[in-house]
């Protein structure tokens, strides 16, 4: 199983964009959609603690690398024996010795080299993780900004729809007072307003309720006394439609998703495993070299013959170890070894599935969304028609308050749908890119 190109692409660009020098950590009172995606790449809890598991990795490459370049370790030893157990003579002695010891791996059966290999791609593994992080993220980051956007267009929507109510309500009190209508139309009029108002409330909590959902996706922090912080977005739900064949998005999820890439990765890592677990078959060899100093102190109170030698030089030469049988110790770590690397194979097939799915899936919701764009664009224009006659044979006397109190409420209704599909468009262009695995467009080199 080989994944059909590794980009370590826009994953650079990703990895470069988290650890710009001019990173952002305040907030205006205002934030733009390019502003909001910049600062999720540094401050975002998911990417940092991804980063943190890329440390880990390079720490773990490091720790494998270590066997094999020269280990130089030094021991010390000083010993005093009491007479009755000194088995020198002089009886009483005392020892001591220094040594300084290079040991160098010459030969391990290939398990050191594929331990290293193994090891970065890991790390690799781990890059990609961040790559599929960072998409997410920046989706949840997309998807709460246009949440704020559609809050924010929704009270204006429900605004409008309150001024519409206090309009009619007005015109119904003047055509009350010159006796064209009856003091029930006034009483519709006024419950028609207060309808109106409970909409409103709460489309002002739903703004509140949203930017503080964005907040926490972009990783700002909390606190009393917190500064820095934003209160509104600027942008709007403007959509331009776009049309993706099947077979370019499958094809571009199979070449840039990380997550498929990731267990490419850690596929080939497991071979390496089996490799490793291999290694202890066959036998070790290393050399070393050694300066030592060591020396006896004799004590001569009962020999006339006691005194002192010192001794120090150089040793070298070479040392093996072959484990000839190990209890089958061996074979059951390459059983092991080869199990994990069929459920990596296994892990990357269900993977690919899924991922074609999910573009899929994310392509029918693009069309829907696209769909009822179009709908709700006609839609619009034909109730603020519907409204402005409904008006106009009120004052003529063809039609009934009812009538005109109606069509408001479609209106905003229509108002609202077509904000409620504009938004759902910028969310599945957003998850299609997530799912073709191509970077934000928001992020700039």
């Not at 009755?84 to 160098?104: D, G, H, N, R, Y």
């Not at 003091?183 to 409970?198: G, M």
């Not at 291999?278 to 036998?283: C, D, E, F, I, N």
């Not at 799912?435 to 080199?445: C, E, K, S, Y």
Request: charged content about 20%.
């Amino acid at each position: 199983m080989k994944p059909h190109g590794i980009l370590l692409l826009s994953f650079a660009a990703a990895l470069a964009a988290t650890a710009r020098a001019d990173s952002l950590t305040t907030l205006p009172d205002s934030i733009d959609l390019s502003t909001a995606v910049h600062y999720a790449l540094d401050h975002s809890y998911p990417i940092r603690e991804a980063r943190e598991q890329i440390r880990q990795q390079e720490g773990v490459i490091l720790q494998v690398k270590s066997q094999e370049i020269p280990n130089v370790d030094a021991t010390g030893l000083y010993q005093r024996n009491a007479a009755a157990v000194s088995t020198f003579s002089p009886p009483e002695t005392a020892l001591w010795e220094i040594q300084v010891k290079a040991t160098q791996a010459i030969y391990a059966g290939g398990g050191i080299a594929a331990s290293v290999k193994g090891a970065r791609l890991s790390r690799d593994a781990a890059l990609l993780s961040l790559q599929a992080v960072v998409n997410a993220a920046l989706l949840d980051v997309r998807t709460k900004f246009y949440g704020v956007i559609l809050a924010r267009e929704q009270v204006k929507v429900q605004e409008d729809n309150v001024k519409l109510a206090e309009r009619e309500l007005v015109d119904t009190q003047n055509q009350f007072h010159a006796g064209a209508v009856s003091n029930f139309e006034v009483l519709r009029a006024r419950v028609a307003l207060a309808n109106a108002q409970p909409d409103l409330i709460t489309a002002r909590n739903n703004e509140r309720i949203a930017i503080e959902q964005l907040r926490q996706a972009l990783g700002v922090p909390s606190g009393i006394g917190t500064t820095g912080s934003f209160t509104s977005v600027a942008g709007g739900l403007d959509i331009t439609t776009e049309a993706v064949e099947t077979d370019a998005a499958l094809t571009s999820a199979h070449q840039n998703r990380p997550e498929l890439l990731q267990l490419g990765k850690l596929h080939e890592a497991a071979e390496q495993s089996v490799v490793v677990a291999k290694s202890t078959y066959y036998p070790t060899l290393s050399a070393f070299g050694a300066y030592e100093w060591g020396g006896e102190n004799f004590n001569a109170t009962n020999s006339a013959a006691g005194g002192s030698g010192t001794a120090n030089g150089w040793l070298a030469g070479l040392q093996s170890n072959w484990a000839i049988f190990d209890g089958r110790s061996t074979a059951g770590k390459v059983e092991q070894a080869v199990a994990v690397s069929s459920q990596e194979q296994l892990a990357y097939d269900a993977e690919e599935l899924a991922i074609d799915v999910e573009v899929r899936q994310a392509l029918s919701t693009l069309q829907e969304a696209g769909e009822l764009v179009e709908a709700s664009r006609q839609t619009v224009g034909q109730a603020d028609e519907a409204l402005r006659l409904a008006r106009e044979r009120y004052r003529a006397g063809s039609a009934t308050q009812l009538d005109v109190l109606t069509s408001e409420t479609s209106l905003t209704q229509t108002r609202t749908n077509q904000l409620q599909a504009n938004y759902n468009y910028l969310v599945a262009v957003a998850a299609l890119r997530k799912a073709m695995g191509l970077a934000d467009a928001q992020i700039r080199n």
